[in-house]
């Protein structure tokens, strides 16, 4: 053992960074992830011990059986395996082969670390009770997301408690962020379509201009979290695209503008809905135009369970120390891990992998976001020592039986 780590887990570090580099060089987008998943099939039947399916069109669940005896529950770890339609920027020697495509989020960063829990778990069979569930999960970039397609195929059915990481740069290398209760935001989107008259630049009066329109609505609904919120409830809405127009003498029939919004509490959730609506048709209404708005409901937040968190807080600070716990405020990015805990007890960690002098220090969805890869063995390292904790056949670390 060194640092603090089981033997058995630095002797696949180098084996997994090898996993990730290759996953790193061939990403695919949401729902489109054939060649990662058969990549991920490969090395599970290679490990040996699983019953493996594919109740989607990708992505892979594979289930493993301990033999330890005692009271047997079962838990689930999820990772993420898309990657996004950017175009990598970091001259890395295994960079993207894949133009316009990078995992840019350290979705090949949680492929391989559960890849490596899954080698060490199918070595280790007796010194678990129950069952443990890989959920290496499609489409976790692009809502609604491929969590809520394994939900309705059954890939978490009869679970007893789910897990998951996010490898993170917000957070220093191997510094896990810890949070009970609400973690991530809700995550939103809308879409507004302002119609009005278009016609020749230099007769603004016969028209009705969707541009003008479309810009006062954009500011007016910074009013939403400015004026109908609450300071100490933190929401946000970005309008993150604006489209219109064909020519610089020309004023437009249309504009068309798309948001996000990111909210935590149903309440506030709902509000912002309700005022972006009404101030989107006042808006446009008053300047003799319409605007129709299409809402599409996203990500719930991520909500972890008190008693996991405790429990998770107590394998790090046993295996690693205080040093590498921080307890963190929620976070505005969404994530589609909720829905796996809707019915369930669940526990959502944030895993740093920031280093500024091995330049890791950059913002994810980044063309020059790159990885400190040393945080890899941290995320094996908790994963199993979890498992061991919650599945050691007495029950009393399993929030049920509490």
Known sequence: MAEGFAKKVLDVEKEMISWRRHLHEYPELSFRE???????????????????????????VASVKGTKPGKKHSVGIRADIDALPIREETGLPYASRTEGVMHACGHDGHTA??????????????????????????????????????????ADKGLDAMLGLHLSSAFDTAV?????????????????????????????????????????????????????????????ISVCEVRGGTAY????DTV???????????????????EVKRKAKETAKANGCTAKVKWEAGYPSVVNDEAMTETARKVIGVRFGEKHELKIDPIMPGEDFSYFTDDKPGFFAELGTRNIKKHTDMPHHNSCYRMDETALKFGVQY?????????????????ADR
């Open 249 to 252: 003498n020309i004023i437009p």
């Open 176 to 236: 896990f962020g810890i949070r009970s209760g609400i973690l991530t935001a809700a995550v939103d989107r809308f879409d507004i379509e302002v119609c009005g008259k278009g016609g020749h630049c230099a007769y603004p009066e016969l028209c009705a201009d969707p541009v003008v329109t479309a810009a006062e609505i954009i500011t007016g609904i910074q009013t939403v979290v400015s004026r109908n919120i609450r300071a100490t409830d933190p929401a946000v």
């Open 113 to 154: 670390i559960l890849l490596a829990v899954a080698k060490i778990l199918a070595g280790s069979r007796e010194s678990f009770c129950g069952e443990v569930r890989l959920l290496f999960q499609e489409a976790e970039e692009l809502p609604p997301g491929g969590a809520a397609d394994l939900k309705k195929a059954g």
């Open 383 to 399: 994963f199993t020592d979890m498992v061991y904790t919650l599945l050691d056949g007495t029950g009393k670390n399993m929030p």
């Open 256 to 274: 068309s503008l798309t948001a996000s919004v990111r909210t935590f509490g149903e309440k506030t959730r709902a509000l912002v809905e309700k």
């Open 34 to 60: 054939f060649r990662t998943t058969e990549f991920i099939e490969t090395k599970l039947k290679e490990f040996g011990g699983y019953t493996i399916t594919r109740p989607c069109r990708t992505g892979v």
